[in-house]
């Protein structure tokens, strides 16, 4: 059954992939579940001329993406993106997708108004808290922090629309 060979052929990369974005072997079935439920469900409509490779992964990155939106739907965006974006994948597929995550992640930060990326990039590449960035700008810490809810919010809501 050609199903079955598809399945045998991807369940354990599906399954990794999820599994190191998602920190969690249980969701990360989940997704693999539903990526097959789709498959079948979705058997007869399936276009040949897209490969059925990306198709999953594209699939799988959709759900994972989804998935963790409802896992950590209390995290704060931050943490949120800096797990998105510190995956890295040893699998030509997974590289793909993280490229493109990361692709995307740039076009959101480049996105913020200046002063606010700024203080997002001090606070999340360089690792500066925000009492040094309000000494360093000379700001107060609450709008350092009122900037990085902002941008937080932004990036947040960035990734929402250009993921589905």
Not at 4 to 13: F, H, K, L, T
Not at 91 to 105: A, F, G, S
Not at 112 to 124: A, C
Not at 136 to 151: E, G, Y
Request: net charge negative; charged share 25%.
């Amino acid at each position: 059954m050609a199903f079955r060979r598809v399945y045998d052929r991807y369940v354990q990369r599906i399954y990794y992939f999820a599994v190191s974005i998602l920190k969690s072997p249980e969701a990360a079935q989940q997704v693999v579940h539903d990526v097959f439920t789709s498959l079948w469900e979705r058997r007869h409509t399936l276009d040949e001329d897209i490969p059925l490779n990306g198709y999953l992964f594209t699939m799988t990155y959709r759900l994972v993406l989804v998935s963790f939106r409802e896992r950590h739907s209390q995290c704060q965006p931050k943490e949120i993106l800096q797990r998105l974006t510190t995956q890295s994948g040893s699998n030509t597929e997974e590289e793909v997708l993280y490229q493109e995550l990361e692709l995307l992640y740039q076009q959101a930060v480049a996105q913020l108004p200046s002063r606010r990326r700024e203080i997002y990039l001090l606070s999340r590449h360089e690792g500066y808290t925000s009492q040094q960035i309000a000494d360093r700008m000379s700001l107060s810490t609450q709008t350092v922090d009122d900037h990085l809810n902002q941008a937080y919010n932004t990036l947040g809501s960035y990734f929402e629309q250009h993921t589905y």
